[in-house]
Each structure stands twice: as C-alpha cells, then as structure tokens.
C-alpha cells in the first residue's frame, strides 16, 4: 500500500462532495462540499496541494446495465478539466449507487436528508474511497483508470 492521502470527489451538477483519506491509506473522511460552476476546478486543485494528494479519484457514474448516461459524460468531462490541472494524479472510478448509499447511511445515523444535501456529497465521495482504498488494499495496485482509457 502506497503511503500518501488521496482525495475523491463526487461530482453531481449542484454540488461536488469532496472526500480524503489519511497518509496511511486506511480512513476516508468527507472533507467538503464544493459548489459546481466557476471556480470548482481550482478549489479541488488548491485541495489535492493542500493535501499533498498522490491521487485523485473522480467517480465516474453510469447506469446499472453498464450503459453510458449523461451524468457519465458529465463526470468525464469534468475529470478532464481536473486532469489538466492536476496531471498524472486524477483516476477515474465507478461510482454507481454512491449517493444512495451515503443517503442510507446518514438516514439510519438520524439525519434528514433535506437539511444534509451536502453532506450526503461528502459521504458518497468517501464511500467511493473507502472503495478505492480497498482495492489497492486487496491487488496493491493503482485502482481506477487514467483518463486516456476512456479515448
């Protein structure tokens, strides 16, 4: 297992939840819940420094069948703007039922989903890491893709 504090980021169209795990590689933690529009790219970028990120996993969503939607081409698209100012660390991951999860999880802590809308974002982000940093746990490989995959 690599040594090193990785970020996730959950992208939706409102709000991208923002994740972290620790230098050890064992603990994700939401981290942040960053608006989506102007400026979005910087702030995870000024995150992944502040961090000292060796990775950045951006969730890439698509149906259940595996199918290409429109919140894919939206999470690729976004990925590539990170890409391009954070290159070598972005990586793509699956992130289906992420945000179902993070909502579940919270509803059965007592949380009201309305109130927590940002909140879920940050958790979905660290259930994809939490994901991602098993795997590497399991195979001892970089998990995800690297953007040029998805040429």
Request: aromatic residues 2%.
């Amino acid at each position: 297992m690599r040594l090193g504090v990785r970020l996730a980021v959950d992208v939706g169209t409102v709000r991208i939840g923002v994740a972290r795990s620790d230098a050890l590689g064992m603990l994700a933690s939401p981290l942040e819940t960053v608006p989506r529009g102007e400026g979005d790219v910087a702030r995870i970028r000024s995150l992944a420094e502040e961090h000292a990120a060796i990775d950045v996993y951006v969730g890439v969503p698509a149906a259940l069948s595996g199918r290409v939607t429109a919140s894919t081409e939206d999470a690729l698209s976004f990925a590539a703007r990170l890409d391009a100012v954070l290159p070598g660390l972005v990586r793509l991951i699956d992130e289906r039922l992420t945000t179902v999860s993070a909502a579940s999880r919270l509803r059965e802590a007592g949380s009201d989903a309305k109130r927590s809308r940002s909140r879920i974002d940050q958790a979905a982000a660290a259930i994809m890491l939490e994901h991602a940093l098993d795997m590497e746990r399991r195979g001892g490989a970089r998990p995800g893709r690297d953007l040029s995959t998805m040429a």
